[in-house]
């Protein structure tokens, strides 16, 4: 079996006790991949992705400035997110985006930081990692108007939107990626949006130590756990979990090929 983590908070303080046994576990569950997401803790952190990935293969890393902490974003940070983009061991922006649901950043400055990054992003030819929570129409806006023209990828991380918010993603060149909250009883809209989703678009993630997926749901999450959301993705889209991993997998590495252009999607019926 070979699954891939698409999103993972391994730097989080909720590791600091067992990191080392949480990468042996997600190894021997069959992740093959992770994609460590350098913005969780803050720009204060900014090299937290990197520092997961050294020295461990088929871990990745991302660079960029949460949306919630978009209002404590300075010039030395930028400055210093330009530096880090040239390391190899980044492969995406992110996460970044907008979050109406907390409102942590007001909203100005957060279309403001995400606007900047996307400008980095395009500079340095690296994909994006997306996150947003009821800002759909914002978020996509920009997405359609300044990133769609660039033909690089993107995720939308821990999708949450319509079937239409991830039909726009994917003719902007994103990916949809579905994380433990697919695997939730009251989650019925959200596993009709992911049975309409085609293979070649389709990532798992944990977003590792948040959403614990069932039967582990209320539990602190890491990316072993992926199996499952990749066993309820199977279910939806009538696969076995073992090949829903494959697909899923061949998806992130053609996510990981840097400055290809995304394959346009078909138009919604």
Known sequence: MIFTDSHAHIEFPDFDEDREQVFERAQSSGVQYILAIGSGTGPHRLRAGLEMAEGRDGVYATIGIHPHEARLATETHFQELGQLAADQRVVAVGEIGLDYHYDHSPRDVQREVFLRQLDLAERSRL???????????????????????????????????????????????????????????????????????????????????????????????????????????????????????????????????????????????
């Open 127 to 269: 994909p994006l990692v997306i996150h947003c929570r009821e800002a759909w129409e914002d978020c996509l806006r920009i997405l359609e108007e300044r990133w769609k023209r660039t033909g690089l990828r993107g995720i939308l991380h821990c999708f949450t939107g319509s079937y239409e918010d991830a039909h726009r993603g994917m003719d902007a060149g994103f990916y949809i990626s579905f994380a433990g909250n697919l695997t939730f009883p009251k989650a019925t809209n959200l596993r009709e949006v992911a049975a309409k989703i085609p293979l070649d678009r389709l990532l798992v993630e944990t977003d590792s130590p948040f959403l614990a997926p069932l039967p582990h749901r209320g539990k602190r999450n890491e990316p072993s756990f992926v199996r499952f959301v990749a066993q309820q993705l199977g279910a939806i889209q009538g696969l076995p979990a073992e090949e829903v991993g494959q697909y899923t997998t061949q998806n992130f590495l053609n996510f990981i090929r840097q400055g290809q252009p995304a394959k346009p999607h078909a138009q919604m019926p």
